[in-house]
């Protein structure tokens, strides 16, 4: 998919602002010929994940990038699914938009189904369900 065609929709996505370290490491790793991951998008182009790599393509003045399309009926829940699994976890900022934006019982309905696979995700899982409840018990 063209860099030019993707969108940055900040009503869907969960991360307002990117690390630029992160983006500088990408453009190095782009630089030498890497491979990165495909971005994840909906069918008109919207961003779900992939923001860091997004920005190093536009920087590095990559004119396509591999995606994968997705079509969640809750694109706000899965962008922040997608963003879960990788290093970068959503700040406390991230948490509260999500949850301002949805209601206390789709939130906590959400945040029980959601089976992590691996120790680590797990243990993640269960410290973002307790920022969770505990933000929406303010």
Request: net charge negative; hydrophobic share 35%.
């Amino acid at each position: 998919m063209k860099i030019s065609e993707i969108i940055i929709d900040e009503n869907i996505y969960p991360r307002k602002n990117f690390d630029p370290e992160t983006v500088s490491r990408y453009c190095e790793a782009l630089s030498a010929d890497a491979t990165l991951p495909p971005l994840v998008v909906m069918p008109d182009g919207r961003l779900l994940d992939g923001r860091h790599r997004y920005e190093a393509y536009k920087q590095a003045g990559v004119e396509e990038a591999e995606v994968i399309t997705e079509n969640p009926d809750d694109p706000d829940a899965r962008a922040v699914e997608l963003n879960l699994r990788h290093d970068c976890l959503l700040t406390e900022e991230g948490l509260h938009q999500f949850a301002n934006k949805n209601s206390k019982a789709e939130i906590k309905k959400e945040i029980e189904v959601v089976e992590p696979k691996g120790e680590l995700l797990k243990k993640l899982l269960d410290i973002l369900r307790i920022k969770c409840l505990t933000m929406l018990n303010r």
